[in-house]
């Protein structure tokens, strides 16, 4: 959940501050996995931030593929781009997260979609598709 909420807190933060939005360089708090209290505070926070119907405005993305991440990329971006993004990256890793206590904890029932794209739950409640 803190990886999940770190990339929330940096896209609120650049578009807050009108500054390039890095998902590379972050800060890793790792009171967020120990404290139920912080993390929920996290997340009301970008909740909050996400239902505010912030005003659109240019963003950038700043990228780097190479292994000692100098090669910066600049491309240009949007709020809504990045939310999807967001919302992509969380669902990957709620999948983690499913298969973790799937493992640990098999008598915890997690909702059937947690953690699953909504193009894979259209296509498995489609009856065409079977």
């Known amino acids: 959940m803190r990886h999940i909420i770190e990339f929330y807190d940096i ?24 404290s139920l209290e912080l993390t929920l505070q996290r997340l009301r926070k970008a909740l909050n931030w996400v239902e505010s119907e912030e005003p659109a405005k240019e963003l950038m993305l700043v990228v780097s593929y190479d292994s000692e991440g100098k ?40 909702h059937k979609n947690f953690g699953i794209a909504y193009s894979t739950i259209r296509y498995r409640d489609d009856l065409c598709a079977h």
């Open 11 to 34: 896209l609120i933060e650049a578009y807050n501050e009108n500054k390039p939005i890095s998902y590379d360089n972050r800060v890793h708090c790792s009171k967020t996995e120990t």
């Open 71 to 110: 090669n910066n990329i600049s491309i240009p971006s949007s709020i809504e781009r990045e939310l999807v993004y967001n919302i992509e990256h969380a669902i990957h890793h709620m999948a983690i997260i499913r298969i973790a206590i799937e493992k640990e904890f098999p008598d915890l029932k997690l």
